[in-house]
């Protein structure tokens, strides 16, 4: 099971849930006189209908209404349509209208975690980590564009021939990334990310998903509440946000959180938060706002903890400069395959900014910034686990000096494809231990004991 299999989705509409049956009753690929049928209908709607009159209605109303007047346009037209095929039409032209097309029961689906539309004709979705080819399609590229431009028009977004490549969110907070020709060479294309309704909890993470054990969860539960900086390393689709939502939790409700993000994925449950969103240039090349503004702006508004939900460019000196300046406890993620590798890319970003550091400067920044780092990994399998904590100890020459304390330990495949393996502990006690005693949290020296395995 993967961090994303126990994703809750949006409460589904009653109308939706009744109508859910029908997938499995729609051929699997659409015919051609179907596709001609739905067309007609969609654009003799749009004539009947009074588009400014139906925007005060509530929904659930819209969509009784869209499906009495087809059911009276086939009955006009004297169409030979049989209940199943009239079932999956109503449901085809409310999802046209009302939501987003063809992939509207995927994002209903709360079993899938992506949704990855390679051209009209071509949508794969990832379920318990695996991807999967669906007999989802769109009529034509226009249509496809069409469903794209409502999804980026939601949030204030464009996207044509002069800024053909767009980053969005849908309303429930799931992450859209779309290209188009001429960029695009085979049509247009998007990816879903879908978004936790019901956020994971780190019981789910050790007991259901297993991605950690209860030694390791203690730890990084302790460290987020004694205001330890970390930063969360880890590949494409690796669980770093959901991770990072999940130590947020730990920040206690009396403390003032400001978080900065690309786009809006973070979950925080505490009732003092400013959520901010950078901002891309308009069709005149202006009004471009960049994380490196937003956590400038973010010191001035007395925060005790800054959230940023990737590093990924110059803001890296403003965060590191935060970090050693009072703003303990703060958060992040990066892209990196290992912890070194994370501190490698903090070094390169440090260098974006143009300040000139020596290497050995900007190593010294990152070393007394940061405490702890965090690796997460997607196996083969689909599955995510924690595969190393390491600890930053400061520094030797110019050298950052780093200490595992946890390490998942691949030991093979199985049969069925499934990675066998174990978590361990390395056997270091960490330096931030007495940190950790000082705000009242205790870890027993147990759990430190070197080649201690934990399935």
Do not use: C, W
Request: aromatic letters at 4%; a negative charge.
């Amino acid at each position: 099971m993967s961090f994303r299999e126990k994703l809750d989705a949006v409460e589904i509409e009653p109308i939706v849930r009744s109508q859910m049956h029908a997938v499995n009753e729609q051929p699997s690929v659409a015919t051609s006189s179907y596709k001609t049928l739905k067309g007609k209908m969609h654009l003799k709607l749009l004539e009947k209908f009074d588009l400014a009159a139906l925007e005060t209605l509530p929904p659930e109303v819209l969509r009784q209404e869209i499906a009495t007047m087809i059911t009276r346009l086939l009955e006009e037209e004297q169409t030979a349509i049989n209940d199943i095929e009239r079932r999956t039409l109503i449901r085809d032209i409310q999802h046209e209208m009302l939501g987003f097309g063809p992939i509207e029961l995927l994002m209903a689906d709360p079993s899938v975690s992506d949704i990855l539309v390679n051209n009209h004709d071509q949508v794969y979705v990832e379920r318990r980590g695996r991807l999967e080819l669906t007999n989802v399609t769109f009529t034509d590229e226009k249509h496809l564009l069409r469903i794209i431009d409502k999804i980026v028009s939601l949030v204030g977004r464009r996207i044509d021939e002069s800024s053909p490549m767009v980053d969005a969110r849908l309303p429930d907070g799931s992450r859209v990334n779309a290209v188009i020709p001429p960029v695009a060479l085979d049509g247009p294309m998007m990816s879903i990310r879908r978004f936790a309704h019901v956020p994971l909890r780190m019981e789910n993470l050790v007991n259901d998903l297993k991605s950690l054990t209860p030694q390791m969860a203690l730890m990084l539960e302790g460290l987020s509440r004694a205001k330890v900086n970390m930063l969360i390393s880890g590949g494409t689709g690796a669980g770093k946000t959901t991770l990072l939502n999940i130590l947020s939790g730990y920040i206690p409700e009396s403390e003032r959180i400001v978080t900065i993000e690309d786009a809006a994925e973070l979950q925080m449950q505490q009732p003092h938060v400013v959520r901010m969103e950078t901002r891309p240039m308009n069709i005149e090349g202006r009004g471009e706002i960049t994380q490196r503004a937003l956590v400038r702006n973010a010191l001035r508004m007395r925060p005790d903890r800054i959230v940023i939900g990737e590093v990924r460019g110059a803001e890296a000196v403003d965060m590191l400069q935060a970090m050693n300046t009072g703003h303990e406890g703060s958060l992040t993620t990066i892209h990196a395959n290992t912890p070194r590798d994370a501190l490698s890319r903090l070094e390169n970003m440090i260098g974006m900014a143009n300040l000139n550091l020596p290497h050995k400067a900007a190593r010294q920044q990152i070393a007394s910034a940061i405490t702890v780092v965090i690796q997460g990994l997607r196996l083969i399998d689909g599955k995510r686990k924690i595969t190393s904590i390491q600890e930053i100890t400061g520094m030797e020459g110019e050298v950052i000096t780093m200490q595992e304390i946890f390490a998942f330990r691949q030991t093979g495949v199985g049969p069925e494809g499934e990675v066998l393996g174990h978590f361990a502990a390395t056997g270091v006690r960490p330096k931030f231990a007495e940190r950790l005693r000082t705000f009242g949290v205790s870890l027993p020296d147990s759990m430190f004991d070197p080649g201690k395995h934990y399935e």
